[in-house]
């Protein structure tokens, strides 16, 4: 017998005689007299000793058959079927798994800089719109509505733009009343042209009389009545004439005058046309149109803003209804498709960029974004760089045949893509696949090529790699150009065809792990 089982042996005697001297005792009177009264204290806490003495007892009982018994350490093998490097991939697999393929690229892996950035919106693709003049506001359209231009965005019921219709009709009566002047001086200016002709003749026919006259006077012939008349007339008709001249003078002050209120009328309605027309984002030429008998500037009763160009509209910062104050910002509209996106790329790149070279934005890889749609354009380099982090902004401008392309795909404002910049060498030169298509079987690199003879079937292939970009890695022998591998899927096959990876069993409360349920 061993030392374990002998101690147990001991315990369990030593255990057992304490427990039939207790049970076996004649109770005590007090215990007796307890006992007619069916209540026993000290009989309690017998029945509560025996009971741990029991469950000690079996617990050594326990122990002991548990020593007796030892672990078993080692795990046993279960038989597997031979593996094979195929594996079907039929449709139904496929779906349940999310099965997706990539085929093998050409790409300039090595010579391929890679730098993260972001969507944004060039200045040009953004419109504000605000209120010209206080009033109230009723909107037309709704967020993220697709306007045209000359959509009707809303409605202003300004007081001022009625005051304004007031100075307009104002400055239009001033300009009637200077273009009546203006034809009533001329028939005024004939008139006294007739008048002078008529005052200068009288003037000459009285000085050739008086002459006359001097010349007989001479001779005693002429009375001195008829020179004095006759020099009174002379002189009666010069004052004449000199009327008219003043009067003359007077009309062409009067018609320089009628000028200067005809021009100054046409002035201030070219300006108060302008404000109407900036106050309702009209041309001058329509306001001023004539439409039964009244121009189109009386006729309109509130400022309709339209929009000056296509867009989205993005966002509405005035309540319909409400009042507004002058040039507060009532709604902004977007044109989504100009954007352009930007990088920093570090200082050490720079004597491998310059401005001008093409350029490609890929998304990243991985969800609904994983999309093999590449947008093209031409690099710009920021004229200054920053001195803290060592970094300088990178533009890409999305070549004009890619902008409607931009418009309907992944390329918002605000989406994180990496910008793709050949550096330089042979940019067919290595062949290359998704870095995401290779799952890890312990330290060796797995892919899955599809059987190019089978469809429904993949081949486990050991990764023959090279370097890697971050999003492509060369792959050095085992495929050709045009190959498909497994992409999404291949965490999954390489579980299913592992005979590293433990398939499943149970831990033993002393720490070991056996396979199976039990």
């Keep these: 017998m061993s030392i374990f089982k002998w101690k147990h042996s001991v315990s369990f005697s030593l255990a057992k005689n304490k427990w039939l001297q207790v049970i076996s005792r004649r ?7 307890a006992r007619r009264r069916n209540y026993c ?4 806490h017998r029945l509560i000793f025996s009971i741990t003495l029991f469950a000690l007892f079996a617990l050594s009982i326990g122990c002991q058959r548990q020593s007796d018994s030892p672990v078993s350490t080692k795990v046993e093998e279960i038989p597997q079927a031979p593996l094979t490097n195929r594996v079907d991939i039929n449709a139904s697999v496929r779906q349940n798994l999310g099965i997706t393929f990539a085929s093998v690229e050409t790409r300039s892996v090595t010579r391929t800089l890679r730098v993260p950035g972001r969507f944004e919106l060039l200045p040009t693709a953004r419109r504000e ?3 010209p003049v206080a009033g109230r506001v009723e909107l037309l359209i709704q967020q993220f509505q697709q306007v045209e231009t000359g959509t009707p ?6 007081p001022r733009w009625r005051g304004l219709q007031g100075e307009l009709t104002d400055a239009t009566a001033q300009l009637r009343l200077a273009e009546a002047g203006t034809r009533s001086i001329g028939p005024l200016m004939d008139a006294l042209e007739v008048r002078l002709i008529a005052n200068q003749s009288a003037v000459s026919l009285w000085e050739e009389r008086v002459a006359t006259l001097v010349g007989l006077q001479s001779n005693g012939t002429v009375r001195g009545s008829d020179m004095a008349e006759a020099k009174g007339s002379l002189a009666a008709a010069k004052t004449e004439h000199a009327g008219s001249l ?5 009309l062409i002050v009067k018609q320089n005058e009628i000028k200067a209120q005809l021009d100054a009328a046409h002035a201030q309605i070219s300006i108060l046309i302008g404000a109407a027309a900036s106050f309702s984002g009209r041309p001058t030429e329509e306001l001023v149109e004539i439409n039964n008998s009244v121009p189109r500037w009386q006729a309109i009763t509130q400022i309709e803003v339209v929009a000056l160009s296509p867009g989205v509209v993005e966002s509405i910062a005035a309540i319909s209804g409400s009042y507004v104050d002058e040039n507060m910002p009532v709604l902004t509209t977007v044109q989504p498709e100009q954007v352009c996106f930007r990088a920093n790329g570090l200082q050490s790149d720079m004597g491998n960029l310059a401005s001008g070279m093409m350029v490609t934005v890929v998304a990243p890889r991985g969800g609904s974004l994983d999309s093999s749609t590449e947008i093209k354009g031409t690099l710009i380099l920021a004229p200054t760089a920053d001195s803290e982090r060592r970094t300088i902004q990178l533009t890409m401008i999305p070549n004009p045949q890619q902008e409607a392309l931009a418009s309907t795909t992944w390329a918002r404002a605000g989406v994180s893509a990496f910008l793709e910049i050949v550096i330089g060498g042979d940019a067919s030169a290595d062949l290359a696949i998704p870095l995401s298509s290779v799952a890890k079987d312990g330290t060796k ?5 599809r059987d190019p003879k089978d469809p429904n079937k993949a081949i486990r292939m050991d990764a023959d790699l090279g370097l890697n970009d971050g999003r492509w890695i060369v792959i050095n022998s085992g495929v050709a150009e045009g190959d498909e591998v497994v992409l999404d899927g291949v965490y999954q096959l390489m579980v299913a065809t592992s005979g590293s990876i433990t398939k499943g069993g149970h831990f033993h409360p002393d720490g070991t792990f056996h396979e199976g349920k039990e």
């Design 445 to 449: 690199a797995i892919i899955f090529r």
């Design 27 to 33: 109770p005590c009177p007090l215990v007796r007299s």
């Design 129 to 131: 719109y605000r209120v």
């Design 246 to 250: 003043e009067k003359q003078a007077e």
């Design 153 to 158: 965005l809303f409605r202003l019921d300004s």
């Design 41 to 44: 204290p000290l009989g309690n």
